[in-house]
């Protein structure tokens, strides 16, 4: 059940990328598993379209993806550096292929919204989205600035970064002092005895 919710989106998606189909016939008949333990373990088999199907039991993996959870979210934001987090085994070509298509696939949300509602309006809906998504991030950056002041300015709960830089400046001087003070009264003993 599971592999026909996630086929219908990422078929969607190859349809509208006919590249990526393209560059999956070649690997017609072979399998990816995507594990993502604890909470998905599926296998998708290449169709001769270059579209996918579910896995049948008896077929091989012919290459294995398995995520950790937290991957997830930074993967659907289209961070690069997730994919090279994504733990791969088997057919090495394959794989990054899979990877490779999958960090250049984009949903384009306005071709579809305007199918249902009109291209004006679609276009609309897109821009307000993205203006919405800005305004988000610039607000938490704000406030996460804003906080992170008051915590090292008005009540200094958290230690500012130059006076971290300044006590472990400190801390490395007394290191060295400790250091050679250790130095000089092992001689001093070697003296004695």
């Known amino acids: 059940m599971l592999a026909s919710v996630t086929i219908a989106p990422l078929n969607h998606l190859l349809r509208g990328e006919s590249w990526a189909r393209k ?51 930074r993967l659907l934001a289209c961070d690069e550096d997730a994919y090279r987090e994504i733990r791969v085994s088997g057919d090495s070509a394959f794989a990054e292929e899979i990877l490779d298509i ?60 130059p006076d971290m830089h300044e006590f472990i400046n400190e801390v490395n001087a007394l290191r060295a002092k400790v250091a050679n003070l250790e130095i000089r009264v092992k001689a001093l003993t070697n003296q004695l005895l």
């Open 23 to 73: 560059r999956l016939q070649p690997c017609a008949g072979k399998t990816a598993r995507f594990r993502v333990p604890p909470f998905l373990d599926l296998a998708l088999t290449v169709q001769a379209s270059g579209e996918l199907s579910p896995a049948s039991t008896a077929a091989p993996n012919d290459a294995v993806f398995t995520l950790d959870p937290g991957l997830l979210p």
């Open 102 to 161: 999958g960090k250049n696939l984009r949903w384009d949300v306005e071709q579809d919204l305007s199918a249902a509602i009109g291209d004006i309006l679609a276009h609309r809906v897109v821009r307000t989205g993205e203006s919405l998504m800005r305004w988000h991030t610039g607000t938490i950056r704000n406030v996460s600035q804003t906080l992170l002041e008051y915590l090292t300015e008005e009540q200094p709960l958290l230690a500012r970064p």
